[in-house]
Nanobody
Framework: QVQLVESGGGSVQAGGSLRLSCAASGYTYSRNCMGWFRQAPGKEREGVAAIYTGGGSTYYADSVKGRFTISQDNAKNTVYLQMNSLKPEDTAMYYC?????????????????WGQGTQVTVSS
């Protein structure tokens, strides 16, 4: 089993920044890939960023490239999502997820474990 706890969400104005954290516990082999996803009301859950915990390779949705950065601190079993230049369209519930496969990338169906989510609201 893997437990994921997100934190760091909040309300900011457009152009602002937030850093989300995801503290992970449980079987290490079940979290070869860690991802951040988001879901806005009435929309499907979409992948935002992912990181292969073994080699550090990262993947981003086109909509956040150049603005968001995913990183990890293996000593703390924590994955971060630094979000800069936030836009109102970034408003959503953000979820951390863990996958046992290296090639999970940004596909929600490839992730087995999910956190409870943290709300991000960006006002114009």
């Amino acid at each position: 089993q893997v437990q994921l706890v997100e934190s760091g969400g909040g309300s900011v104005q457009a152009g602002g920044s937030l850093r989300l954290s995801c503290a992970a516990s449980g079987y290490t082999y079940s979290r070869n890939c860690m991802g951040w996803f988001r879901q806005a009301p009435g929309k499907e859950r979409e992948g935002v960023a992912a990181i292969y915990t073994g080699g550090g390779s990262t993947y981003y949705a086109d909509s956040v490239k150049g603005r968001f950065t995913i990183s990890q601190d293996n000593a703390k079993n924590t994955v971060y999502l630094q979000m800069n230049s936030l836009k109102p369209e970034d408003t959503a519930m953000y979820y951390c997820a863990a996958s046992p496969v290296n090639w999970a990338h940004l596909f929600p169906g490839r992730y087995n474990y999910w956190g409870q989510g943290t709300q991000v609201t960006v006002s114009s």
